[in-house]
């Protein structure tokens, strides 16, 4: 069974658009993640929760809504898709916010704006 | 700037040969962990070592610490056409965030 799912895996779509990327986890973490990757692989974090509540905010517009209905799950809205917003998502999760757990990704959403 | 930058960027390698990775980073930490990612894939978590410890094993990887330096290295020995990835160190920031803070990665291929 997969750790950490997102959907879709792929998303291509035109500017101006609004789209959502869904992520579970079933490792019963506590903690979950969005990441974005661009195109030299450098990886930031946008957002990270704990049992559903928002933690970190890593200064990302306010097109991007992440929600988390509860503590398996932390989906991310896009509102108004621009050319820079193509990369690849990845969500993550840890048992919890201590520097000391690893964090279990999932295989990402590639994220290409037309 | 960033935290944990690494070298090289790119590596390529017989099967067989041995591969080192160098990680900086630039404020003090608690432990350092290396993640592997597969070509398409997310990251995988490999090892983690404390900011008390030098060295530690798991397998074919070695990873060493040096926090008078703020540097890590990651060795992997005997490579194998399997290990072809990228690798990447990452710190946490500060405050208990769960906040990863990602090198730029160094992309390894072994050829067969």
């Known amino acids: 069974d997969t750790a950490v799912s997102q959907t879709p895996k792929y998303l291509v779509t035109q500017m101006g658009n609004d789209k959502s990327i869904k992520c579970e986890q079933n490792l019963g973490h506590d903690t979950m993640y969005w990441y974005k990757q661009d195109s030299k692989k450098f990886l930031k974090i946008m957002f990270s929760?704990?049992?559903?509540?928002?933690?970190i905010n890593e200064t990302v517009p306010n097109r991007f809504s992440p929600k988390s209905p509860d503590k398996a799950h932390l989906n991310l809205h896009i509102n108004s898709l621009e050319l820079g917003d193509s990369a690849v998502y990845f969500c993550?999760?840890?048992?919890?916010?201590?520097?000391?757990?690893?964090?279990?990704f999932g295989d990402g959403t590639r994220l290409s704006i037309l | 700037s960033q935290q944990g930058e690494e070298d090289p960027q790119a590596l390529s390698i017989q099967e067989g040969e041995n591969a080192t990775m160098n990680c900086s980073y630039k404020t003090s930490i608690n432990n350092l962990q290396w993640y592997r990612q597969n070509s398409g894939r997310g990251l995988v978590h490999l090892i983690l070592i404390r900011s008390n410890e030098r060295e530690k094993h798991s397998g074919r990887l070695r990873v060493t610490l040096d926090t008078s330096k703020k540097s890590s290295s990651l060795l992997i020995t005997a490579s194998r056409a399997a290990d072809t990835a990228s690798y990447f160190c990452?710190?946490?920031?500060?405050?208990?965030?769960?906040?990863?803070?990602f090198g730029q990665g160094t992309t390894l291929q072994v050829k067969p």
């Open positions: 993550a999760s840890s048992q919890d916010l201590g520097s000391n757990q690893p964090q279990h």
């Open positions: 929760y704990n049992n559903k509540e928002l933690i």
């Open positions: 990452a710190t946490h920031g500060s405050g208990n965030t769960g906040k990863l803070i």
